[in-house]
């Protein structure tokens, strides 16, 4: 028999999107033991007794406990299954086989961590389509703790080190915990610990969801202020290539904007990437100084 498998979903208010997904995970072709479990920090849509008719493993939390680590090991520690695997609550399986997909590096002993590729959902805005398709390639790649010598080269280069379509070994997730002083860019922090501990990360193209964020302005300054934060706290070491990184992929999403018709969409994608690339920096500097005070 297959390995038993526990999809963790944490949960917000999704939406009726979340029955959906829940119906993609059901109808999954993996032929060993799957359990969902949902935790849930405050949900008034409906979504526990959708939860519920799905026959979900449910527990709620307060919303003011809600924390993207400290959360995340709640589910795993409620979780009876030899993988777990966590699926955020607005990443939709796009086949069948993405569980199957998710799963079988480590079942072959090729990895203790398998993160999937994310495409953007069929109406996403251009810059999201192309924001998908730069950073989530569809080539196969296996980390490994070679790769962790540059932490900041790390954190820029490996966007798809994701927990929202992740799978992890029980074994190692007991190994190396989320580490719960981080409550952003949680899964780098993880994935660079299991590195370091010479355990192997596979990126698994074949193990696809549907994801993708409608931001305004405002909302993506805030996020990226964020992730800019963690950044400064996680990838403390190597060469800082943000800018220049950020110029060449501005440059490319003109490029795919033009060539796919979108050129209406220039003068927006303009400001977007700029509220992107403030939000980043002004968060990484208060990360920075932050560091200095501890």
């Not at 939406?15 to 993996?30: C, D, H, P, T, W």
Request: charged fraction near 25%; charge should be negative.
């Amino acid at each position: 028999m297959k390995p038993s498998v526990s999809v963790v979903i944490l949960t917000k208010n999704p939406g009726k999107q979340f029955e959906e997904i829940l119906s993609a995970v059901e109808r999954q072709s993996y032929s060993g033991p799957v359990e969902t479990v949902v935790v849930d920090s405050g949900s008034t849509d409906g979504t526990l007794s959708r939860a519920e008719a799905h026959g979900c493993a449910i527990y709620t939390i307060n919303p003011e406990d809600f924390h993207h680590s400290k959360t995340r090991n709640f589910g795993a520690e409620n979780a009876s299954g030899d993988i777990l695997v966590y699926l955020t609550h607005d990443a939709t399986p796009k086949t069948e086989d993405w569980l199957e997909n998710l799963v079988n590096p480590i079942i072959s002993d090729q990895a203790g961590v398998v993160y999937g590729r994310q495409v953007a959902y069929p109406d996403a805005k251009p810059m999201n389509e192309f924001f998908y398709s730069h950073f989530y390639p569809d080539q196969r790649n296996t980390l490994t703790a070679d790769d962790t010598t540059d932490t900041r080269q790390f954190f820029l280069d490996n966007v798809y080190v994701s927990d929202v379509s992740a799978a992890i070994d029980r074994d190692i997730w007991e190994q190396y915990r989320f580490q719960e002083a981080i409550n952003m860019s949680e899964d780098k922090d993880f994935a660079l610990r299991v590195l370091d501990g010479d355990v192997n990360i596979v990126y698994e193209p074949e193990a696809v969801v549907y994801h993708s964020h409608d931001y305004d302005l405002r909302e993506n300054l805030q996020r990226r202020f964020e992730d800019g934060r963690a950044y400064a706290t996680i990838a403390a070491d190597g060469e800082d290539n943000f800018v220049s990184n950020g110029v060449q992929y501005v440059i490319n999403e003109m490029k795919y904007l033009v060539k796919n018709g979108y050129i209406h969409w220039l003068p927006y994608a303009v400001l977007y990437d700029f509220t992107h690339f403030f939000g980043f920096q002004c968060g990484k500097l208060l990360g920075q100084f932050e560091n200095l005070e501890r």
